[in-house]
C-alpha cells in the first residue's frame, strides 16, 4: 500500500462533500471511494469516468471541483432531455434488491452450515461485488435531491399558479407540503409499531406477555436501525428499547405523535386542495409526482440497505475470527487486504493499531493511499482545514434551506454521530451534517433541526415534516460554527439560525 503524503493533492482542487452519517472508518473509505471511481459511470449510464474521493478520520469526504460539477451537469442534462429520473429510480430499486438477496442468501447459508475458509473468501468477494455496485445509489439519488433538481423545477413552475397557491399557502411551504412522499418509508411504519408499543407501556409492562411479544415483534422487524453497514454496530437490544420507551414515557410522546398525525392529516388535506387547482398543468403534476417518489425513495433506499446488511453480521464477524482479527478491528483494513489475508497473507496488526490512532485516504487514478497513525492524523486535520468551508467564528446568523416551517428557541446538541444524539434532552436544538436511522428517536425528542448538508426531498426534511417539527437543511456550516449548550433560535419560516448567546 503506498503512502499518502501531501504533494499527491493540489489541495485547491477539492473540496469538502459531505460528512459520513456514522463513523468512517477505512473500510467504508475504501469501499464508497471504489465504488464512485470504478462503478459510477456505468451506473450513471453517463460519460462520467473516475471521480477520484479523499476522506479523514474525522469522517469527511472530499471530491475534486471540477469532476463533481461535470458529474452534476451531466445528471442535470440527462434528467431534462427525458426519461432519466425514472432510470434512477428502478435502477435504485433493483440494487437494492439484489443486495437484500445477496445479504438474505448468506445469512440463509450460514444457518445451515458453517463455511470453511474457500467459502468465506468467495462470499467475502460477491459482497465487494454487490457492494460496489450498490454505494452509487446512495450517491446519485443524493445529487439529485441535494441540489434540489427536481423541487427548484417545482418551485419555478408554481410562479405561473402563484394566485392560486398564495389563496392557501406560501409558495415555499406549499412546495413543501405538495412534494411530501405519498408512499410509506420503513421509519413510518418503524413509528407507528413503536408507538403501540408506547400506548402497551401501563403499570409493570416489563412483565406484561403482551408487550413482551409485541417487543420482540418489534426488535426483530426494527433493530436493524442502531447498524450501519460494515460497521461493528450490534442491533437494537430489548434493554435499549425498554430506555426509549421509557424516555418516550417521560416526554409524552405518545400525544405528541398523536398531534402530529392530525397536522399530518391537515398537510395532506391542503395537498389535495392545492393539486386539485393544479392538475391540467401536466409537466407540473408529473415533477411533482417526481418529488414525491424521490422522497420516499432517498429515505427507502438507505433504510432497506442498512435493514439488510444488518443480517450480513454474523457473516462479518465469522470473517473476523477466521482473518484473526478482532471483530472491532477488522474495518480499519482495505476489502484487498482482507482477501489477502484470507488467501493467506500476514496480517498487518501495527498498521491496523496506526490507523485507529488516525489516517487520511486517497483513492487517485485508481490508486488507493494511506497515511497512517501520527502523519495521518496530521494530513487528516491538514486536508479538512484547507479543503472545507471557511467559516466566520463570530457570525450570529447561519442560513440553510427551510424543509418544514415554524420558529423555535433551544440549546444546541451537536451529533457528528448518531450515538452522540443519545444523551439528547427533550426541547434541544439537534444539530448534525445530515440524519440517518439511528437518529430518530433524538428527533422525536428534539423541538428543532438543523443539518449541514440536504436539499427539501432528504432524510432530515422528509422527518422534518412527518414529525411536523422545524427543519433548517443544507446551512453547509452549522456543525462548524454552533457549539453544544448555545442558545439559538431556529426561524425554519426564512431559513435563518439565529445564535442568541455566545
Known sequence: ME???????????????????????????????????????????????????????????YVKIKEKEKVLNLIRGAIEKGNYLKYIYDATLIRVAQWDQFSERVRSKLKKSFPD??????????????LLLLIPWFYIPWYVTENNMISQRIRERLEKHRSYIEKYASLDEAVMIISFPVREA??????SEFMKLLGMAKDDFQNDPKFLSAAKNYLDEYGWTKTFLLLPKEPLTFE??????????????LADYKSQKEKREKDFVLARKLLDGLKNDSYLVEQIGWAREFGWLLTFSVEQAFKSGAKLIPFYKILAKEISVPYE????????????????????????????DGFAFLLKKGIVKIASGEKGKKLSEWIDKNAGQNVIQDITEIKGQSAMPGVMKGRVHIALLPAD??????????????????YLPAMRRAAAFVTDEGGLLSHAAIIARELGKPCIVGTKIATKVLKDGQLVEVDANKGIVRILTK
Not at 475458509?117 to 454487490?130: G, S
Not at 435499549?240 to 410522546?253: D, F, Q, S, T
Not at 444524539?421 to 439511528?438: F, Q, R
Request: charged content about 30%; hydrophobic content about 35%.
Open 3 to 61: 503512502e499518502f503524503r501531501r504533494e499527491d493533492i493540489n489541495i485547491k482542487e477539492w473540496e469538502y462533500e459531505f460528512r459520513q452519517r456514522d463513523t468512517n472508518p477505512i473500510i467504508i473509505a475504501d469501499f464508497w471511494s471504489r465504488a464512485i471511481y470504478f462503478n459510477l459511470e456505468s451506473e450513471l449510464n453517463l460519460p462520467a469516468r473516475y471521480l477520484n474521493y479523499l476522506f479523514t478520520d474525522s469522517n469527511c469526504g
Open 117 to 130: 475458509r474457500k467459502e468465506i473468501l468467495n462470499l467475502w468477494r460477491e459482497c465487494d461485488r454487490k
Open 186 to 191: 420503513l421509519f413510518q411504519k418503524e413509528q
Open 240 to 253: 435499549e428499547l425498554l430506555k426509549r420507551i421509557n424516555n418516550a414515557r417521560k416526554n409524552n410522546a
Open 329 to 356: 478491528d477488522w474495518v480499519y483494513l482495505t476489502s484487498a487486504e482482507i482477501i489477502q489475508a484470507l488467501e493467506g497473507s500476514a496480517i498487518p496488526y501495527e498498521e491496523i493499531k496506526n490507523r485507529k
Open 421 to 438: 444524539s443519545h444523551n439528547l434532552e427533550a426541547g434541544e436544538i439537534l444539530v448534525c451534517s445530515m440524519t440517518s436511522p439511528e
